[in-house]
């Protein structure tokens, strides 16, 4: 069963938006050393991590997952990319 190009694509695009989150938070933190800035450094590092184990999990682990699965699992990753993408533009600004 191959592995849908959508769901690594869906993958990457998640982890550009999170590099891109970090940017800006790093870009902040040494402009205003602030917790709350440390606070959206931790979130991004942790949600860049799960974006990483995800693509691994989903090249590594296909012959384990089902048509269903896979396609529930493209799904999540549309909607986190459309909240980082969201977060990102508001972050920008």
Known sequence: MPMAPLSVFLHSINIV???GLLYIYVQNYMKIKSKYTIGLIVFAVFFLIHSI???YFDT???MYSS?????IGMVLEAIKAI???LLLWISWE
């Open 53 to 55: 184990m995800g693509l």
């Open 17 to 19: 938006l999170i590099l």
């Open 67 to 71: 048509k269903y699965a896979e396609n």
């Open 60 to 62: 590594a682990m296909v």
């Open 83 to 85: 909240g980082f993408a």
